[in-house]
Structure formats: structure tokens, C-alpha cells
């Protein structure tokens, strides 16, 4: 694939603002056909398909940030000129083709796209049938905008196919396929890994714990929590489990507190057995599976610890691991949690709503990673690159 230069890119995605800018009503008009056809009770997803001047201003923004930034191709990673003479030069280079699957979001139809092409990458989007009008008006302003500066529609394309003829594509691609991006479920992610037939970088489910340690500043533990449940109850960094340690002082009554503070905010409260003790109104976790569960909705489990280790444990044994949090005022305890918890973000005194590219410096992302391979959290424009040796020489022989 042909390496565009940083100012070209630039000319898109200055076309592409002003494109989101002058079209927004007809966007919003092409949006609010995909929600009069939305017949689904999933309140997080029809939260994540609806549209407004904030998220139109949003997409803007990230464009904005990305065109900001630096373009991360063709960047030398190392240099070395070795005794036989050959000089050897690590740049970094394009993926290739990217493929992401998604639902339901049509600011990732933004999102996704610019990060991909800045980074020199051709896109596919496979977004869900709900939000097709909305996808589709997107992709039409993409469309002009490579047009208008003289680059092929082919950058960026958009896939309208059933789930029969996605595994169909998957297992034998009609175009070269580098890298697929399912941001969704287990399901959508199994389904995914089963039939791609190239790497799969998973963007994995949340599920998110909290750990109230016994030096916990009590009074930031309940707003942290409250902000990480009930501020965005669709987003993938949303709290689902809170850990208590049983040695926190005045224990029982803080659990008291807790609850009924998550009850006003219309949160259901299910306890494990310790916790049951002491609120023995609210329902039981009688199943093991209920702690892999990634919520999506007004809902947490509460549960008892005794000590660092089994949070530690527990944590790593359940979690998706996208995002952990501890409050506490130990540093050490901190550091420990920390180092040990299997996760892609960790929280010291703070919400698991920061995990998002802008929200910690990373700028606008294409997914949240829970691989370990390539890049794990925040997939930014400075992640959606590889890498390749350059080596020159002159008649070199390998003896």
C-alpha cells in the first residue's frame, strides 16, 4: 500500500470536519431512522446508537485531535550498523487492511476510520444492521472527502453482510485481511476467533471490580463508585463487582451506607454469603457465573474479602480484564494490587470511566484492548502501526 504523506491525510480529515460540520442534520436525520426502527429493550445499546449535536461534536473533536497528532508511519525505531557492515533500520509501517466489527455506535464509524487512515491503514467497517442509516451517511462524507483530495473510496469501506456471509468472509477474505477488531460480547469475540483466518486483536468485555481496601478514604470510595455504575451504564468501563474488605472499620454500617445509596440511584445490589449477614434483604449470588457476568445495566454484586491475596484472586479469576480499581490510602497496598491485578487498566482512588483514549491521554482510540499482543488498553493512532526491518548492504553474503 501506497505511503500517503502526513500532509495528504491531513487534507481528508480537514475535509471530513467540514463535511460532519455542514451535514450534521442530515446525520441526525439518518440516525433517527435507525432508532424508529429500534425495537429492542438492550437500553445500553440503544444508548450507544443514538446520535445528538454533543456526539456529532465529539466526532468532530477526535478528528481534530488526530489530525494533531504525529504521523506514527515510517517512524525509525532503531538504528544500528553492525560489524558486517550492514546497516539495519526498524521503521514503523501500516498494518495493512483492518477489519473491526462492532455494534450499534456510529461515532466509531468516526472513530475508527480516522485512526485507521492516518495510520496509512485501508479500513473495513462491519457495523450492526441497527445503526445502518447513520453508518451509512458517515461513510458517504468519508467517501467525498478522500474524493476531494484525490485518493480512491477504497481507504475506507463499508461491509453490509448477515452473520452466514461475515463467517463466510472471515474464513476466505475476497480482499487481502491483516488484522479484525470485534468490539462486542464473548459471543461476537468466540465467533470471531473461530473463523478469522488472519490475527484478531480482541477488544474485550468489561466487567469491571472495585476494591474498597480497609484504609479506603470513605467518603471518595462512594462517589468513585457512584460514578463508575451509574454515570454510563453502557460503556465497557463501567463498574459490575465491588470487593469490601472485612476489616474495613465500621464495616457493617459502611455496607449499610453503600447499598443504600446504590438503591437510590436505582442500582439492584446482589451479595455473596459474608455480605448476606448484613444485608440480608437483597438477593444471594447463587451462582459462580454471575462474577463473570459483565453487566450493561443498573446492577453490581457486593462481596466480602479478607485480605489483598484473595482480591487479587478473586479479581484475575473473573474479571474481563479491562479495568480494576483500589481505594486506598497505602501506598503499598496500592503498589501490590497494582502489580498483580491481571488487568489492561489499574486504579488507585479512581473510576473505571477514565479507561477511554481521551480520557487518558491517548486520544481518540479504536478499541480498548485486553490482548497482550499487540498493545494492551487504549488502541490510539500511535498503536494501530507494526513495525519493519529495513536492511541495506552492499553484495552482502551470509558465510
Not at 467540514?18 to 429493550?41: H, P, S
Not at 473463523?195 to 468489561?206: E, F, I, M, T, W
Not at 494501530?384 to 541495506?392: A, D, G, M, Q
Request: with cysteine.
Amino acid at each position: 500500500m501506497e505511503l500517503l504523506s502526513e500532509d495528504k491525510k491531513n487534507k481528508v480529515l480537514t475535509s471530513m470536519i467540514a463535511l460532519l460540520e455542514e451535514n450534521q442534520d442530515a446525520l441526525l436525520k439518518a440516525n433517527k431512522k435507525d432508532i424508529e426502527a429500534f425495537n429492542n429493550e438492550d437500553q445500553a445499546m440503544y444508548d450507544r446508537l443514538i446520535l445528538n449535536s454533543k456526539k456529532v461534536a465529539g466526532m468532530i473533536t477526535a478528528i481534530k485531535e488526530v489530525k494533531a497528532q504525529d504521523d506514527p508511519v515510517n517512524k525509525i525505531i532503531s538504528k544500528n550498523t553492525l560489524q558486517s557492515g550492514l546497516e539495519v533500520i526498524n521503521k514503523t509501517a501500516p498494518f495493512g487492511t483492518i477489519m473491526i466489527i462492532y455494534e450499534s455506535r456510529p461515532d466509531v464509524t468516526v472513530e475508527a476510520t480516522v485512526l485507521a487512515f492516518k495510520a496509512n491503514n485501508k479500513i473495513l467497517l462491519k457495523g450492526g444492521k441497527e445503526a445502518v442509516h447513520s453508518n451509512t451517511a458517515i461513510v458517504k462524507l468519508w467517501h467525498k472527502a478522500l474524493e476531494d483530495n484525490g485518493l480512491t473510496t477504497d481507504y475506507i469501506q463499508m461491509l453490509t453482510m448477515n452473520r452466514q456471509e461475515t463467517q463466510a468472509f472471515l474464513k476466505e477474505p475476497t480482499q487481502p485481511l491483516d488484522l479484525i477488531v470485534p468490539r462486542g460480547g464473548e459471543q461476537l469475540i468466540k465467533f470471531v476467533k473461530e473463523h478469522a483466518k488472519c490475527a484478531v486483536l480482541v477488544s474485550g468485555r468489561g466487567n469491571n471490580f472495585l476494591y474498597v481496601d480497609e484504609h479506603a478514604n470513605w467518603k471518595q470510595t462512594i462517589a468513585v463508585i457512584l460514578n463508575a455504575k451509574t454515570d454510563k451504564i453502557s460503556a465497557c468501563n463501567a463498574l459490575d463487582k465491588i470487593l469490601v474488605s472485612s476489616k474495613l472499620p465500621d464495616y457493617s454500617n459502611k455496607i449499610k451506607e453503600l447499598n443504600t445509596i446504590l438503591k437510590a440511584k436505582q442500582v439492584q445490589v446482589l451479595v455473596d454469603e459474608v455480605t448476606k449477614t448484613v444485608l440480608p434483604e437483597e438477593q444471594s449470588i447463587d451462582n459462580t457465573q454471575i462474577w463473570y457476568q459483565e453487566f450493561l445495566e443498573m446492577k453490581c454484586c457486593i462481596g466480602t474479602v479478607d485480605s489483598i491475596t484473595e482480591v487479587i484472586e478473586k479479581i484475575n479469576a473473573f474479571s474481563g480484564r479491562h479495568s480494576a480499581t483500589i481505594m486506598t490510602t497505602e501506598k503499598a497496598q496500592a503498589k501490590t494490587f497494582m502489580e498483580q491485578v491481571d488487568c489492561a487498566v489499574v486504579y488507585q482512588n479512581a473510576s473505571t470511566r477514565f479507561t477511554d483514549g481521551g480520557q487518558i491521554g491517548v486520544g481518540a482510540e479504536l478499541a480498548i484492548s485486553t490482548d497482550k499482543l499487540h498493545h494492551r488498553g487504549p488502541l490510539g493512532l500511535k498503536e494501530l502501526v507494526t513495525n519493519k526491518y529495513y536492511v541495506f548492504g552492499d553484495g552482502h553474503v551470509r558465510v
